[in-house]
Every structure is written in structure tokens, then in C-alpha cells.
């Protein structure tokens, strides 16, 4: 089973987006979350065709010739790797419970951390928050998604912005993740799809 574990600052969107992602019926305008003390899980079973290729049937391979021994090799190869994934868990750890989040990164594969783009107060510090997280030594081969959200708001942070307060390009320098990043409000559905190709990555 992949850990998947979601992190970020108290208030930040955590449980919100969770919601959306399990059951997007679950979060419009007018529904509220409780902070988290403690954790809460959730089972992310993945909407069919985000991709829009889910389902397409696969062309049959061609005819094997003896010239073309080794591309055979490489679609063998790339025949091997796993599939995509249907569902997942993943594991939110309350903000409130920031300073024993290091309890939790034993066997993490995947690592989630919000932001909350239309809180100017905390921005700066969920930078080096983040930055403490990723410099942690269980971490460093782990998958990593910073999601900038509720970008449903009209005074949030634009991306750029956002990004700059964070110190991304200074904390990409210091890092070995690959880092990807996405906008999204759960509230308005915005970038819901592209996390779910995130977690779909075995
Ligand atoms: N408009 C808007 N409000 C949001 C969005 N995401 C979260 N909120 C609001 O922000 C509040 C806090 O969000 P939570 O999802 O509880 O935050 P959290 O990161 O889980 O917080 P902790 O559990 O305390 O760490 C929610 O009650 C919502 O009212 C969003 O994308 N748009
Ligand atoms: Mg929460």
C-alpha cells in the first residue's frame, strides 16, 4: 500500500480538499471543517478517465522482426512498470500537530503539502516549514505535491507570487525532490484533476 501523508500549516486546506477528493459533492460554499487534532484518513478512490485514456482500448503491439530486437526490450520494459492506481489512502496529519509530524514519515512514498495562498501571515513560515520537511533524511526520495490552495479567493496570492514568498527557487537549489506544484480550490473544483494524476502515480 502507498503512504500517502498530507501536510501543512493549521487551517491551510488540508481537510477540505481531502473531502473533495474523496466525495467532491462534499465541499461547496457554505460547508466548513473542523481543525484536525490529531489525524484523519481518507480513501481516495480515482473518478475514471481524469486522464481521458483510462479506458481507450491499446493498439496491439506490431510484429516482432529480428531488426528490432531491441526496441522489443524497451516495450518489454516499459510493459513492466506498474499501473496506474485506483485508489489510495491518504493520511492528513492536523497543523495543530506540526511539531511531531516527524512522527509520522516512516515508509511515506508520497507527501502532500498545503498552502493557503490567500493567508498572507502564514505564507512565509509554511515556506520554512516546508523546507524543514524536505530536508528531512526519510524524505528524500519521497514524491512531493505542494498545493497552493483555496484559489477560489479574490485576494489569494497568484501562483508566482505565492511561489516567491514560499522561496521555491532558493528551496529547489537546497533540495533533492522533484517538486510538483498545483493550483486548486476544492470549493470551485479547480485542480482537483491534477491531483488526482499525482496520486494515481504508483
Ligand atoms: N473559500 C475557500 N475556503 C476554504 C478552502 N479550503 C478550506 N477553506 C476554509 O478554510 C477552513 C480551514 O480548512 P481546513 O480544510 O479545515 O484546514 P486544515 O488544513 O485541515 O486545518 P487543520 O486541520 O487545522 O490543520 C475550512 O473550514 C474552510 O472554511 C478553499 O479552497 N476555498
Ligand atoms: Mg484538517
Known amino acids: 500500500m502507498v503512504l500517502c501523508i498530507c501536510l501543512g500549516p493549521k487551517r491551510s486546506g488540508k481537510t477540505h480538499l481531502l473531502k473533495a477528493l474523496q466525495d467532491i459533492e462534499q465541499v461547496d460554499d457554505n460547508s466548513f471543517s473542523t481543525p484536525t487534532i490529531g489525524t484523519n484518513i481518507y480513501n481516495i478512490v480515482f473518478p475514471i478517465d481524469t486522464n481521458g485514456d483510462d479506458n481507450k482500448p491499446k493498439p496491439p503491439p506490431p510484429p516482432a522482426t529480428e531488426t528490432d530486437d531491441n526496441e522489443n526490450k524497451t516495450a518489454e520494459k516499459r510493459k513492466k512498470k506498474l499501473p496506474p492506481l485506483k485508489s489510495i489512502r491518504v493520511l492528513e496529519i492536523g497543523g495543530a500537530m506540526a511539531p511531531i509530524w516527524r512522527q509520522y514519515f516512516n515508509d511515506v512514498k508520497k507527501l502532500m503539502y498545503v498552502v493557503d495562498t490567500s493567508n498572507l501571515c502564514q505564507i512565509s513560515a509554511a ?52 517538486i510538483t506544484i498545483v493550483e486548486v480550490s476544492p470549493v470551485t473544483k479547480v485542480g482537483l484533476d491534477g491531483i488526482y494524476n499525482w496520486l494515481k502515480i504508483p
Open 127 to 178: 515556506g520554512v516549514l516546508f523546507y524543514s520537511i524536505l530536508a528531512e533524511p526519510r524524505l528524500q526520495k519521497v514524491r512531493i505535491l505542494l498545493v497552493l490552495s483555496k484559489m477560489d479567493y479574490a485576494y489569494r496570492q497568484m501562483r508566482n507570487e505565492a511561489l516567491l514568498m514560499l522561496q521555491m527557487s532558493k528551496l529547489k537549489r537546497e533540495i533533492r525532490q522533484n
